[in-house]
C-alpha cells in the first residue's frame, strides 16, 4: 500500500510561508498526478488556492523528476519507475478567515483544501500529516487524532477528513471541558474582553441542548478554534471542530455577546446538518469545481434558525431577546429588493457566482439563502407546530433526517428532502414549497404568526423615499446601494457615487435621513455628486416614505389555544 506523509514547516513565520513536503512510499505508476482544491467544504466559491502555491519541485532519492502543469491546479509528475517520491512546495499565507491560510510571527493557521495537494487515486488512504513549529513555545491544536510516538504528527482517515481538519500553531490558549462524558477543547488566539468562566459554561449549553434534540454526539473529541480580531465575523463548520473568527472587544455588550453565542450554535449545529445530513450535490465533494446543489436553504438557513432557537432553549437569553433577534432578521429580509427577484432554491443552486460575490446591485437582484431559508424554516416550524398542537414541529424534521441519512451519511435529494418534512407535517407542502422555495411570493408572516398569538407590525420611517444607503469614509459620504426603480435611480445615482449636497447644502456624516425630513413625498429636491469625479446636480422626485423596521408583537384579545402555542414554541407567557 502507498503511504502519504505530509511534513509542514514554518522555519520564518514572517515571511507567511509554510513549506510543505509531501512523501509517498511505494508508488507503483509511472506518472503521479497531484490536485490542489479550489474550493473548501462549507464555503460555496470556487476560491483558487493554487494562486498561493509556489517554489515546486519533486524529486527521488537520487535525482530531480521532470514534472508539468496540466492545469490551474493539476501538476503531473513523471517517475521513472521510483517507488518513492518527494514534492515540496511553499504556500503564501497571509489572509486570515476562517477558509483560508494565515502565518505570522504570532501564529499559523491553515485549512487542508488550501495547504494539501490530493491524490485523485487514493482518495480514500490514510494521511499523516507532521507540524514543525518555528519556537519550542508554539504547540499545535487540531481535531485530528495524534500519533504518539512522533513528536506533533497526526493521522488523517482519508483526504476528506484531512480538508475537514484545521490546525492552530502557536501561543495560543487551549481551555479544556467535558460535556456528556467528551472532550471538548476551546484554542483561543488573542486578546479580547471575554469572561472565559462564562464563556465555556454557555458553550456547554449549547451542546447539551444539541445533543438532547440529536439523540447524542457523533463524536469522540471536539475542538473549538476561535481567532480575535479587531473587527470579524464569521465560522466555518468541520465534523470534529469549528473555526470561529470574532471582534477581540465583542463579548461586554450583552447583545454582542449573545451574537458570539448565536454563531457558536449556528457552526456547532452544522456538525450535524450539512457535515453529516448532506444533499446529494454534496454527498461526494467534487474539490476541482463547484459542487451544485438546491438545497443549501436548509442546510444554511435552517441552522441559521436554530442559531436563534438554541441559546434560548439554554437559557442563555429569554423569549423576549428571541423576539427582538427575530424581528431584526426580518426587517433585514424585508429590506432586501432581491427578495422579489431570485427564487430561494435558485439563491442556493447560484451561490457559487453570486452570494459569496456581491455587487453593487446584488440587493436588488439578489437573495441570501441564509436569510430567506431562515424565514422559511420559521414558517415550516409554526405550521407543524399549529398543526399538531406544539407535538410535532421542526425539530422532528431534523431528527429524521439524522436517522434517514445523516448518521450514514447518505446525501438527500430536494424531492427526499421534501418527503422528510411533508411526513412529520402530515400535510402535502407542493404548493408551499412551489410558492416559498420555487418562487418570489411574499412570505405570509402574520397568517403563521397569527395562530400563537403573534403579528408582524411594520413601522414606517418619518422622511420620504429616496432609496439609497450611504456609508461615511474619511468624512465623505458615499453611496453604497441604490434600490432598484426608486427616485435615486430613476434620477440617475449610481452605487459608489459620492453624496454631497441637497439643494446645494452640504449633507453631514450621518445626516441624510435628518435632511430628507425638510422635505415632503412629491417634492422635487437637487442632489449635488461626484460620479466618477465630475461634479453632477441632479434633480430627484422623492416617493412616499416606505416601511423600514418590523417588528414581532404580542396580539391583544388572544384565546386559550393561541397562548398554549406560543407558551409550547417559546416558553413565552401572556402578562
Not at 215 to 231: C, D, K, N, S, W
Not at 306 to 330: H, V
Not at 350 to 371: E, F, T, V
Not at 441 to 453: C, R, T
Request: hydrophobic share 35%.
Amino acid at each position: 500500500m502507498t503511504n502519504i506523509y505530509y511534513q509542514v514547516a514554518m522555519p520564518q513565520p514572517e515571511n507567511h510561508l509554510f513549506e510543505v513536503v509531501l512523501r509517498l512510499e511505494d508508488y507503483p505508476h509511472p506518472i503521479l498526478d497531484l490536485k490542489l482544491p479550489v474550493w473548501t467544504p462549507g464555503s460555496y466559491l470556487v476560491r483558487e488556492y493554487a494562486r498561493n502555491l509556489q517554489d515546486f519541485t519533486a524529486k527521488t532519492t537520487a535525482q530531480p523528476l521532470i514534472w508539468r502543469k496540466i492545469s490551474k491546479n493539476h501538476w503531473q509528475i513523471e517517475t521513472n519507475g521510483e517507488r518513492e517520491l518527494t514534492v515540496t512546495y511553499r504556500i503564501y499565507a497571509n489572509e486570515l478567515s476562517v477558509r483560508t491560510n494565515h502565518l505570522d510571527r504570532t501564529h499559523g493557521y491553515f485549512n487542508g483544501a488550501a495547504l494539501f495537494f490530493r491524490l485523485p487515486e487514493y482518495d480514500k488512504l490514510p494521511i499523516s500529516v507532521s507540524i514543525i513549529p518555528p519556537y519550542p513555545e508554539w504547540q499545535v491544536t487540531t481535531a485530528l487524532p495524534k500519533v504518539e510516538e512522533a513528536d506533533n504528527t497526526y493521522i488523517a482517515a482519508d483526504f476528506d477528513t484531512l480538508v475537514d481538519s484545521p490546525f492552530e500553531i502557536g501561543t495560543h490558549d487551549v481551555h479544556k471541558f467535558e460535556v456528556l462524558g467528551k472532550p471538548h477543547e476551546l484554542a483561543i488566539w488573542g486578546d479580547g474582553n471575554f469572561q472565559l468562566p462564562q464563556m465555556i459554561a454557555d458553550i456547554q449549553k449549547i451542546i447539551h441542548v444539541e445533543a438532547e434534540m440529536f439523540g447524542g454526539l457523533p463524536y469522540q473529541r471536539y475542538v473549538f478554534l476561535l481567532h480575535l480580531l479587531a473587527q470579524a465575523y464569521g465560522g466555518l463548520e468541520h465534523k470534529d471542530s469549528c473555526s470561529l473568527i470574532y471582534q477581540r472587544l465583542g463579548f461586554r455588550e450583552r447583545d454582542k455577546y449573545e451574537r458570539f453565542i448565536q454563531l457558536v450554535a449556528h457552526e456547532f449545529f452544522h456538525l450535524w446538518n450539512v457535515k453529516r445530513i448532506r444533499p446529494q450535490g454534496l454527498e461526494v465533494f467534487d474539490y476541482d469545481q463547484e459542487n451544485y446543489t438546491s438545497c443549501l436553504w436548509f442546510c444554511e438557513g435552517t441552522t441559521s434558525y436554530y442559531d436563534l432557537l438554541i441559546p434560548l432553549r439554554a437559557g442563555i437569553y429569554d423569549a423576549k431577546t428571541f423576539q427582538t433577534n427575530w424581528s431584526q432578521e426580518i426587517t433585514r429580509y424585508l429590506n432586501t429588493p432581491g427578495r422579489l427577484v431570485q427564487p430561494l432554491s435558485e439563491s442556493s443552486f447560484d451561490a457559487w457566482i453570486k452570494l459569496y460575490r456581491p455587487d453593487a446591485n446584488s440587493g436588488n437582484s439578489q437573495m441570501s439563502y441564509y436569510l430567506k431559508g431562515e424565514m422559511v424554516s420559521l414558517l415550516l416550524d409554526l405550521r407543524i407546530r399549529a398543526k399538531h398542537q406544539n407535538q410535532r414541529s421542526l425539530d422532528d424534521v431534523m431528527r429524521q433526517m439524522w436517522q434517514k441519512f445523516g448518521k450514514n451519511e447518505i446525501g438527500y435529494t430536494s424531492y427526499e428532502l421534501q418527503s422528510v418534512i411533508e411526513s412529520v407535517a402530515e400535510e402535502d407542502l407542493s404548493d408551499f414549497f412551489a410558492r416559498y422555495l420555487h418562487s418570489t411570493e411574499e412570505l405570509p408572516f402574520n397568517e403563521y404568526l397569527a395562530p400563537f398569538g403573534l403579528e408582524l407590525v411594520a413601522e414606517t420611517c418619518k422622511e420620504p423615499f429616496l432609496g439609497i444607503r450611504v456609508s461615511t469614509e474619511n468624512t465623505r459620504e458615499m453611496i453604497k446601494f441604490v434600490e432598484f426603480a426608486s427616485p435615486a435611480q430613476l434620477a440617475g445615482i449610481d452605487a459608489g457615487d459620492e453624496l454631497l449636497a441637497i439643494n446645494g447644502i452640504k449633507v453631514a456624516p450621518g445626516n441624510l435621513g435628518d435632511r430628507l425630513k425638510d422635505y415632503q413625498p412629491q417634492e422635487t429636491i437637487h442632489i449635488s455628486i461626484f460620479h466618477q469625479d465630475e461634479l453632477h446636480t441632479l434633480p430627484v422626485t422623492l416617493a412616499a416614505p416606505k416601511a423600514n423596521k418590523y417588528q414581532v408583537k404580542l396580539m391583544k384579545n388572544v384565546s386559550s389555544s393561541q397562548k398554549d402555542n406560543l407558551s409550547g414554541w417559546l416558553g413565552m407567557k401572556y402578562e
